[in-house]
């Protein structure tokens, strides 16, 4: 058989349908025992499946409610953020309201659980 140059190969597959394509794949796959999955589906899916495929890294953490201990919100509002007494009264009693933004996965469930712990009622988005 003749060897065909990777242009070749190209016009080959721009000629093919997608389940040729996707035949191909499979046959490819097993004849090399690898696997070609993930970046075919994500290619083939378009760019709205590859940006779900991606874990999210970062959150927002929202205080949906300050609950019956509102006293006890706002002092671990004012531990995680920083706030003087004032500014966090005022982000508690507005609620709901983001109280950190942008923060790790391990930090904001750290600080979901702890304004749990004191009451709130608390969702990451």
Known sequence: MAKLSTAE???????????????FVKAFEEEFDVTAAAPVAVAAAGPAAAEAAVEKDTFDVVLDSAGESKIKVIKEVRAL??????????????????????????DAEKAKEALEGAGASVSLK
Do not use: I, Y
Not at 82 to 103: D, F, M, N, Q
């Open 9 to 23: 190969l190209l016009d080959a597959f721009k000629e093919m349908t997608l389940l040729e394509v996707s035949e």
């Open 81 to 106: 953020t920083g706030l003087g007494l004032k500014e966090a009264k005022e982000l508690v009693e507005s609620a709901p309201k983001a109280v950190l933004e942008g923060a790790k996965k391990d």
